[in-house]
């Protein structure tokens, strides 16, 4: 009764996920939950299965096993087995937000029409209504002089930034980030940061996987470190960052420039 | 030429254009569709589109239009020639089609699909809304050659008897004993007619250009 009652609490509950490619096991009974208003980091080293993990959320991955609400709500199959027909997983998903290392913005689309796409033909929003949301969002990514440019003129840092307005557009329970920064020049990794460390401070519910650490310490209220599928620590950021119970977080650390303060 | 010429050789001109625009615009939707049921893999129905274009790919226009004509009666049907004529060049044009939609398809950046799905589209109105014009882009080169492809071949469906814009000039010079003014015409409207599809390309590719990231 209790599990119930959390999940209808939590923005995501994970139990027992586990998922293979093959006959690699790439991700192990993993159980996850994160609050409301909460940002928990996943961290790990390459191919440990973060993105696998984000993925299983909003059902861009099929898991074999386990159970995940978003909202309370299960998500991909029903509880008898029965797998969710795909208009109501569309539903569910709608309840997620996810901002990809690629981008992945519409080229067809300009900056705006990127943004009011989903609210209008996921929503059944006005145009006028979603254009309003979508100036706002875009203000708040500090886009807003670029409404009427194409994707291929932005650049990554622009491009991620109107993605991250994407995905708020269609006001998610959660926001989903797979390593935001990781395809950016270095130069332009801080204005989307910024914009993320912003959204946080407002409250957001994010789950996020990312390679910079010293990000991962000042937004997180959680950080999970994920080891051949297997979550083997997890602890609030400081603890975290200063004292790992783990050889294996710490070797980790060692060799990610690792802050020594917030 | 007098003016009697002038007048049949529009009507050729006519008889190209109408029937060649029915087959293309049928041809086009029939071959997405086609593509998009071959996306199922549909045990069966998949092997018969797949004889179907590789048949209709290798059949010659004039065998494909003699048969259908000819054939109609004994399957009960009463085909009028422009029909018949018409469903030569769907036939051949569809096969064609299907696969340059086919390949849009495959080419299609399965990221911005997953973006799609991740904001809570359904796979059609992926499909509908950043698939298709994007696959309508890339295809347009593709499919506008198809498309002069059947405008130059058109004059195979004179084989079962519909006057068309070359069978025309045959008529023409049969009375005035001249042949090469009407072909020398008939060539002129060709050109014109392709040229409205080359112009047609470009617009396409002007706008390709915004889909290389
Ligand atoms: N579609 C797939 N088919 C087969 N194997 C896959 C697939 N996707 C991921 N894998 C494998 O699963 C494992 C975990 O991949 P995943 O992308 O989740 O790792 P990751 O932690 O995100 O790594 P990175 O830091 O490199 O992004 C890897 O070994 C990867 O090769
Ligand atoms: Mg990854």
Known sequence: MSEANTSETAAVSIRHLSKSFDDVEVLRDVELEVKTGEVVTIIGSSGSGKSTLLRCINWLEKPDRGSIHIAGQRIGVHDDGRPMPVRELAKVRAQTGMVFQGFNLWPHLNVLHNVTEAPIHVQGKSKREAEELATALLEKVGMSQKHDSYPNTLSGGQKQRVAIARALAMQPAVMLFDEPTSALDPELVGEVLAVIKDLSAEGYTMVMVTHEMAFARAVSDQVVFLEKGLIIERADPETFFTTPKTDRVRKFLENHDTPSSA | ?213
Do not use: H
């Open chain 2, 1 to 213: 030429m007098n003016a009697s010429a002038w007048n049949m050789l529009l009507e050729g001109a006519w008889t190209t254009v109408w029937i060649s625009a029915v087959s293309i615009a049928i041809g086009v939707v029939a071959g997405l569709v086609i593509a998009l049921i071959r996306l199922a893999r549909i045990p069966i129905i998949d092997q018969l589109l797949v004889l179907y274009v590789s048949v209709a790919r290798a059949t010659p226009l004039v065998t494909l239009a003699l048969f259908i004509f000819l054939s109609a009666p004994d399957l009960g049907l009463d085909l009028n020639r422009s029909v018949a004529g018409i469903l030569a060049l769907t036939l051949n044009t569809t096969a064609f089609n299907a696969e340059i939609w086919r390949s849009a398809f495959r080419n299609f950046s399965r990221e911005q699909s997953e973006a799609a799905m991740a904001t809570g589209m359904t796979p059609w109105v992926t499909f509908r809304r950043i698939m298709l014009p994007q696959m309508v882009i890339t295809s347009l080169p593709g499919l506008v050659n198809e498309m002069s492809f059947l405008i130059k071949g058109s004059p195979a469906i004179a084989v079962i008897g519909i006057v068309d814009l070359t069978r025309v000039t045959n008529r023409i010079s049969a009375v005035t004993y001249e042949p090469l003014p009407p072909i020398l015409v008939a060539g002129a409207l060709y050109m014109a007619i392709i040229g409205c599809l080359v112009w047609l390309q470009r617009l396409a590719e002007r706008r390709a250009n915004r889909l290389a990231m």
